[in-house]
């Protein structure tokens, strides 16, 4: 049974840093390319940055390039996400997924069931 679940998620002021965490399980982790998304209320679902199955090429949304890193522990079946100068605008709900390729228009196979990021001002 595929799971991804991830953790660390929370309420921090602006300017503050979180580490979200997503463990993976029921499939070949170092196989697949890692994601994370957000979705903030109202709006659609966005990519945010992924990783390759080695760890060695990562992609970014512009919006948080610089403040964010993806990092993953093929060793541990995790992935992370760094996220640091956090602003109002990064409150969502973040996701992570698996899938073949690591870029923002991928296809991902396996889906978390997501962990809620709030900024305050």
């Known amino acids: 049974q595929v799971q991804l679940v991830e953790s660390g998620g929370g309420l921090v002021q602006a300017g503050g840093s979180l580490r979200l965490s997503c463990a993976a399980s029921?499939?070949?982790?170092?196989?697949?390319?890692m994601g994370w998304f957000r979705q903030a209320p109202g709006k659609e679902r966005e990519f945010v940055a992924a990783?390759?199955?080695?760890?060695?090429?990562?992609n970014y949304a512009d919006s948080v390039k610089g403040r964010f890193t993806i990092s993953r522990d093929n060793a541990k079946n995790l992935v992370y996400l760094q996220m640091n100068s956090l602003k109002p605008e990064d409150t969502a709900v973040y996701y992570c997924?698996?899938?073949?390729?690591?870029?923002?228009?991928?296809?991902?196979?396996?889906w978390g069931q997501g962990t809620q990021v709030t900024v305050s001002s």
């Open positions: 029921g499939f070949t982790f170092s196989f697949y390319a």
């Open positions: 997924a698996a899938g073949p390729s690591a870029g923002p228009t991928s296809s991902y196979d396996y």
């Open positions: 990783i390759r199955w080695s760890g060695r090429s990562t």
